[in-house]
């Protein structure tokens, strides 16, 4: 079966930019999303369809999709964005085993 | 608004069963496909199912080995998931989510199901 992989941790400073990678063989030929999810709360969809934005999400979170690699990048992270973050490989529906950030 | 509240969780005996249930509210439930996802404590989201908008189509997370029944009532706007044989490491918090653009985009709070003896 399809798998993905991620980093168990990323750590990044407030207002600097965080990147966090989903991998998988031929990712790219998939549709990738990501979820974020705080302590004791459900997931929220941040971004779907590789780099799309549901409605609500902030600018800075952005998305991409190439080769083996998704990457989520959260552009001036703020101590709100400290989380667990997750990527899906759509169509295979797996999930990565999750990214927690950390905003020091 | 959209809404999905998860009940039927409990504290079950390996072994036993037990049936979830998934209510929405705030859409037009029979036109989205609809998902099971788990998390067991302090773990990561597992997929565990998801089912077409008529049924049409049903999917299983392979390490289930049949032993979980996904359905849905469009009537009633409610999801199902039927949990047989229940083992220890379905332990989990179970959500139901609606998918929208190829992605989970709301997501309910929530049941959790303990197996434990």
């Known amino acids: 079966s399809y798998e993905v992989t991620q980093s168990p941790s990323v750590s990044v400073s407030p207002g600097q930019t965080a990147s966090i990678t989903c991998s998988g063989d031929?990712?790219?030929?998939?549709?990738a999303c990501w979820y974020q999810q705080k302590p004791g709360q459900s997931p929220v969809l941040v971004i779907y369809?590789?780099?799309k934005r549901p409605s609500g999400i902030p600018e800075r979170f952005s998305g991409s999709n190439s080769g083996n690699t998704a990457t989520l990048t959260i552009s001036g992270t703020q101590a709100m964005d400290e989380a667990d973050y997750y990527c899906q490989a759509w169509g295979s529906r797996v999930f990565g085993g999750g990214t927690k950030l950390t905003v020091l | 608004e959209v809404q999905l509240v998860e009940s039927g969780g409990g504290l079950v005996r390996p072994g036993g069963s037990l049936r979830l249930s998934c209510a929405a509210s705030g859409f037009t439930f029979s036109s989205y496909s609809m998902n099971w996802v788990r998390q067991a404590p302090g773990k990561g989201l597992e997929w565990v199912s998801s089912i077409s908008s008529s049924s049409s189509y049903i999917f299983y997370a392979d390490s289930l080995k049949g032993r979980f029944t996904i359905s849905r009532d469009n009537a009633k706007n409610a999801l199902y998931l039927q949990m047989n044989s229940l083992r220890a490491e379905d332990t989990a918090v179970y959500f139901c989510a609606r998918t929208i653009n190829d992605g989970y985009a709301e997501w309910g709070q929530g049941t959790l199901v303990t197996v434990s003896s």
């Open positions: 031929k990712l790219g030929d998939k549709h």
């Open positions: 369809q590789d780099n």
